[in-house]
């Protein structure tokens, strides 16, 4: 197979996501004509693990003859609210009850998951969520975070991130540069995050960091905004964001996925070729496209003009190449490694 580094498909920056049980209902139509670097796996492809391989290998195999190229594939198991393989696979805590039970916990349940998953053929897992959330109960992310103090979600999400990856599943620290305070969900409303000072934003960005240091293989944006950091652009659309500051002052060299592009945050306000431009030249890697499968060829097609032969974003998206092919050598080794 032909690594990700040497691809010319505009669609291997595109994961997403699709309706069905077998690859036959949609996904054949989504490799054939938009070559997407990989899939995303929620409730309804999901009936038992044996049908989730069966999905897997079928999908699998069509990307050989498609695109003679693996697809990579994720998919949101946190635990507690957020988990995708339900009964019966195993059923996991929410990140609110593994903090409150402390590391070995975490490194109790994470093994779980990650056998689960390698063992269907999901390579990245789209945890843990490292947002420092208020101490509020009712904070719609309240189940879905470690908890408020960064030292103790720094450590605990470092934790979670080196088993899972030490069972040969890819993390995904979640949602950069910290999404905690919002007051609303982005799948609905455009947040707007007003950190005071440099001291509150290095706060927030403490579990990042940490997570960094433990060589986490990917990270997923905000799609807030942060009107300290970035006047005009969402977290997701920010060079300054996700350039100086995270691959520059946090020198994260990992593959960065956007949050789901379908969310209103960012599809209600900016057309196609806004996001596909901005987001390659804030060092997106993935563009996630999960719940309406009708926006993947507007995506595809903002991509393909982006890189195009003349373009100053084909340099960007060689150097995009570059980072997905860590994940591909971590879950696709050649013969004999």
């Not at 719940?291 to 100053?312: D, F, T, W, Y």
Request: hydrophobic residues 40%; aromatic residues 8%.
């Amino acid at each position: 197979m032909k690594p990700f580094r040497t691809s010319k498909d505009p669609g291997i920056h595109l994961m997403v996501g699709f309706k069905g049980l077998t690859a036959e209902m949609e996904l054949r139509h989504i490799i054939r004509d938009f070559k997407v670097g990989g899939i995303v796996l929620f409730r309804r492809n999901v009936e038992s693990p044996g049908q989730v391989a069966a999905l897997l290998a079928e999908a699998q195999d069509l990307a050989r003859s498609y695109l003679n190229r693996p697809l990579l594939v994720a998919v949101d198991q946190e635990g507690g609210p957020v988990q995708r393989f339900t009964p019966p696979f195993t059923r996991l805590p929410s990140a609110r009850e593994l903090s409150r039970s402390g590391p070995q916990a975490i490194v109790q349940w994470a093994a779980i998951a990650a056998a689960e998953m390698k063992e269907t053929g999901v390579h990245i897992n789209f945890a843990p969520v490292l947002d420092l959330v208020p101490q509020f109960p009712d904070h719609f992310m309240s189940e879905r975070t470690l908890g408020h103090d960064p030292v103790t979600v720094s450590y605990l999400g470092k934790t979670w991130i080196q088993t899972l990856q030490a069972h040969g599943v890819s993390a995904t620290g979640k949602h950069y540069p910290g999404l905690g305070p919002a007051e609303s969900d982005p799948h609905h409303f455009a947040p707007v995050i007003h950190w005071e000072n440099m001291g509150e934003r290095d706060r927030h960005l403490a579990p990042f960091k940490s997570a960094i240091e433990g060589n986490v293989h990917g990270l997923m944006t905000s799609h807030a905004k942060y009107p300290l950091l970035d006047r005009e652009w969402p977290a997701t659309l920010s060079s300054r964001i996700n350039g100086e500051i995270l691959r520059g002052k946090l020198g994260f060299r990992g593959v960065l996925f956007s949050d789901d592009m379908d969310m209103a945050a960012i599809c209600s306000h900016y057309t196609w070729d806004e996001m596909i431009c901005r987001g390659l030249e804030a060092s997106i890697d993935f563009f996630l496209a999960c719940q309406h499968s009708e926006n993947i060829g507007p995506l595809h097609e903002a991509l393909a003009r982006a890189i195009s032969r003349k373009s100053p974003l084909k340099t960007l998206h060689e150097e995009s190449l570059e980072r997905m092919a860590l994940l591909q050598r971590f879950h696709f080794p050649p013969p004999g490694h």
